[in-house]
């Protein structure tokens, strides 16, 4: 039998590439961090042989990989960061991780579908698509995350050269329920619903819906053409659209405030030293700024025409994003809570277009 092997199966993506999986009814295999602990239920791992690990260990990957028959592989373990420079963790999950796990379906022959990103794609004139590409180079994108997207996605079209079954797929910003502020699209819309977000700046991001990725991912296994890389967007919204569109299925009062791009970019170093200091994620930098206002038209035909990729309404992904995290969670502002009971805010119009 087939097993499906998932890295980074505790994470936004992966959790859901398992929910997926496990309602196709297939055998799964998910890799997590030593002591991580999942957002999504936990019912959601009932029958997945769970494995302890990391991928800059090439011991704890042989013993998820060592075991006989078929092995699919759909590598998702990753560090997101909108950090402007690439720092040694980010390059040692995101490039050496990726390496080891190339290395391990090299050595036993496995399929592999590879989690990249459009960020990983240089940017190009608004007016103007963006779509696939076969030649990654970090020297012609800006911020950490993008450069090791590249380097890392070059990785496995150049296995892929050598023989291996593999392909990849590049999601844009990915939102949606069971995840509780790991992601950063998510978190931005948690600091919005508890209180935290009171201004916002021009721009946005093209996002698409976490369970359209998984499904799209898995799908890949049995349609993507070795060696192919494939978008995976929906449509482009405005961080004030964004929020406003929460506003509108909450009790949660719109933004008034939207800052000019120039007076963030004169105070993003600033931000993000004080962001360090309390030694959380800043929710904006230099490079995060570059991205709001890049293009945001990506070219997602080649995923629905070979992967039946056929993203939903983006309003029902922002209304499921919200109707989870206040199922989960009490708003209060300026602070939030785990709560134990159904939710405070009620989001409305959950189908409406």
Not at 158 to 169: Q, T
Not at 210 to 232: N, P, Q, W
Request: hydrophobic share 40%; glycine share 8%; proline share 3%.
């Amino acid at each position: 039998m087939t097993t499906y092997i998932v890295t980074g199966a505790y994470g936004h993506l992966g959790s859901t590439i398992i929910a997926e999986l496990r309602k196709q009814n297939k055998k799964v295999r998910g890799l997590v961090l030593t002591g991580e602990k999942p957002v999504i239920e936990q019912s959601t791992f009932d029958g997945v042989d769970i494995i302890e690990g990391d991928v800059r260990d090439i011991n704890s990957l042989e013993r998820l990989f060592g075991f006989e028959g078929e092995k699919i592989v759909i590598h998702t373990a990753g560090i997101v960061s909108i950090e402007n420079k690439i720092n040694k963790k980010m390059y040692d999950v995101n490039v050496t991780g990726t390496s080891n796990v190339i290395s391990m379906c090299e050595k036993y022959n496995a399929r592999m579908i590879h989690v990249s990103s459009v960020h990983a794609i240089p940017d190009r004139p608004k007016g103007k698509k963006i779509v696939e590409i076969k030649d990654f180079d970090p020297k012609k994108l800006k911020g950490g995350y993008a450069k090791t997207k590249a380097i890392a996605t070059a990785l496995v079209l150049d296995a892929a050269n050598r023989g291996l079954n593999a392909s990849v797929v590049m999601p844009s910003g990915i939102i949606g329920p069971y995840d509780n502020g790991r992601n950063h699209l998510v978190a931005l819309i948690k600091d919005f619903l508890s209180g935290k977000l009171r201004a916002v700046v021009k721009g946005g991001y093209d996002v698409v819906d976490v369970r359209d990725v998984a499904k799209a991912c898995v799908t890949a296994t049995d349609k993507a053409r070795k060696g192919e890389t494939y978008i995976l967007s929906n449509a482009y919204i405005s961080i004030k659209s964004l929020c406003d569109y929460i506003s509108s299925i909450s009790n949660v009062k719109p933004i008034k405030n939207v800052l000019p791009i120039w007076f963030a970019y004169m105070f993003s170093p600033f931000s993000e030293l004080y962001y360090k200091i309390r030694g959380v994620r800043p929710l904006y930098t230099a490079y995060s700024l570059t991205v709001v206002m890049s293009n945001g038209e990506l070219d997602h035909s080649k995923a629905a025409a070979e992967l039946d990729f056929n993203p939903r309404d983006l309003k029902v992904s922002i209304a499921d994003t919200v109707k989870w995290l206040t199922s989960h969670y009490v708003f209060n502002a300026p602070g939030y809570v785990l709560k134990s009971v159904k939710k405070t805010v009620k989001a409305k119009n959950l189908n409406k277009n």
